[in-house]
Structures are given as structure tokens and as C-alpha cells.
């Protein structure tokens, strides 16, 4: 009876082995790779370039109050009309 349920042992061992050996686990998908990744969008004063925010409002020094605008805004030059 020993002899048999060793042997019954011996042979569930070898077969979790083997099925171990071929398993394959499915592609892991990180967060990261599902999530576009967002820049970050930083706003500055057009009169004032040394004021930087991470989100729109108004310039804080005084007597200013212009509307901040995205950093990348200020790199496109204005269209200038000919007359």
C-alpha cells in the first residue's frame, strides 16, 4: 500500500512539473502603458515670463492681472497684417 501511494505521489509530482514547465502566464499590461501619458501644461505671464503656474488664472505681480497662457503660445509668433 506504501509502495502504491508513493508511486501515486512520484507520478503527480512529475506531471505538476511538466504542466509547470510549459506554462506560459499571459502578457502583464502595466498601468502606465494603458494610461496616455499627459504632459504637463504650464502657464506664464506674456509680460512677465519669469511668473510659471501649472494652472490658468490670473499674473499675481501687482498691477498686472493678465491672463496666463500656455508656455507653448508664446513661441508662436503673432500674424502681423500687411497694408
Known amino acids: ?29 502595466n498601468d502606465t502603458t494603458k494610461k496616455a501619458k499627459t504632459a504637463k501644461v504650464v502657464y506664464t505671464c506674456p509680460m512677465h515670463t519669469d511668473v510659471v503656474s501649472f494652472k490658468p488664472g490670473k499674473c499675481p505681480k501687482p498691477g498686472c492681472g493678465m491672463t496666463l497662457v500656455k508656455k ?11 497694408m
Do not use: E, G, Y
Open 1 to 29: 500500500m506504501k509502495k502504491v501511494m508513493l508511486m501515486a505521489v512520484a507520478i503527480m509530482l512529475s506531471a505538476a512539473t511538466i504542466f509547470a514547465a510549459n506554462f506560459r502566464p499571459a502578457k502583464v499590461v
Open 72 to 82: 507653448s503660445d508664446l513661441k508662436k509668433k503673432p500674424a502681423i497684417m500687411k
